[in-house]
């Protein structure tokens, strides 16, 4: 049980474009999804969280715009990159809080996301 | 504010000997600890998790770890490294109940060697 997935598992994209990352609790409802990126040898940083019907909150550094998020499910979250450059070449992560681990914040994270921007 | 530090980026051992890898946290209130493992190019899979009940957690595949709070620390240990051990860990505090934010240290690679 507590199945995360993600989609893609990676991709390549161009300089300008914008990339769509799904995040998914397969067997569970998740009060709370969270985006974290990762860069090369690193911690994970989190970018932002994200609760089901309302606005992300994100992090202190994060451009919101850039980094657009919805929550349309207890199920389903979406972080996309506009406008992508190279530097937002990284290891994007996601993670579920599910609701039955509300009194120990126990996530449960997806395989990632590898975005390469050309 | 709550925190976490790994001790060691790098920690080298030989196959069949003990794993020891430390972290000590900060936090205002009694803690969620948690240890993660990755593997290259992979999500986290949880090792095992500190919620306030026994002090000495046991998690998959040999490891555990023992929360003692007048030291503040929460180290991993394994009794005997296998290869396939060979992994980032990280040592990780949730912030609090309400936002569920996880804090997460800098990680600690472990070496295994033949």
């Known amino acids: 049980g507590a199945v995360v997935s993600q989609h893609p598992s990676w991709v390549i994209c161009k300089s300008g474009t914008s990339v769509k990352i799904e995040c998914r609790s397969l067997d569970f409802q998740a009060t709370t999804m969270f985006w974290y990126r990762q860069f090369p040898k690193q911690s994970l940083m989190l970018m932002a969280t994200?609760?089901?019907?309302?606005?992300?909150?994100?992090e202190q550094g994060v451009e919101k715009d850039k980094f657009l998020i919805n929550h349309a499910s207890l199920t389903l979250s979406t972080l996309t990159v506009t406008s992508a450059h190279p530097e937002d070449s990284s290891f994007y992560i996601c993670?579920?809080?599910?609701?039955?681990?509300?009194?120990?914040?126990?996530?449960?994270f997806g395989p990632g996301t590898r975005l390469t921007v050309l | 504010a709550q925190s976490v530090t790994q001790l060691d980026s790098h920690v080298s051992v030989s196959e069949g000997t003990p794993v020891l890898l430390r972290c000590n946290y900060s936090?205002?209130?009694?803690?969620?600890l948690f240890w993660y493992v990755q593997h290259p190019n992979k999500g986290l899979q949880l090792l095992l998790k500190y919620t306030s009940a026994a002090t000495l957690v046991k998690g998959i595949n040999g490891f555990e770890a023992e929360f003692k709070k007048s030291e503040t620390s929460f180290h991993l240990t394994k009794p005997s490294a296998h290869m396939s051990d060979a992994a980032e860990y990280f040592c990780v505090v949730s912030e609090n109940s309400n936002t569920g934010k996880l804090i997460f240290g800098q990680g600690t690679t472990l070496q295994v060697k033949p």
């Open positions: 994200s609760n089901e019907g309302s606005k992300a909150t994100y």
């Open positions: 936090s205002s209130y009694s803690p969620s």
């Open positions: 993670s579920a809080r599910a609701v039955l681990a509300l009194s120990y914040n126990e996530q449960f």
